[in-house]
């Protein structure tokens, strides 16, 4: 059975350091919370954040591709790798 998104490498990469599997990918993007949508006129990208197997909370950046979702790639928050700017966050 074909799965109905592509996991580019970078995030497959990215999957393997993390420790998230999957299942957990799978769950996300059926489950999890949309958090921003990007629209760049060449592609729409949307960062979607889940929970792993252990609750821990984690993040995917998909573009919305033809024939199928690309998940790009697959993050963890860190809270020393961004700035606050009030209600949103700045990567540093």
């Not at 299942?23 to 921003?36: H, N, W, Y």
């Not at 252990?54 to 961004?82: G, H, K, M, Q």
Request: proline letters at 2%; a negative charge.
């Amino acid at each position: 059975m074909e799965q109905s998104y592509i996991i580019s490498q970078h995030a497959s990469q990215r999957m393997g350091e993390r420790g998230i599997a999957e299942e957990d990918i799978t769950k996300c993007a059926l489950e999890g919370k949309l958090l921003e949508t990007q629209d760049h006129d060449r592609d729409i990208k949307v960062l979607v954040q889940g929970v792993d197997s252990e609750d821990n909370e984690f993040y995917i950046v998909v573009a919305l591709s033809y024939p199928r979702p690309v998940i790009v790639t697959v993050c963890r928050f860190r809270e020393e790798a961004w700035d606050d700017l009030g209600r949103l966050k700045k990567r540093r």
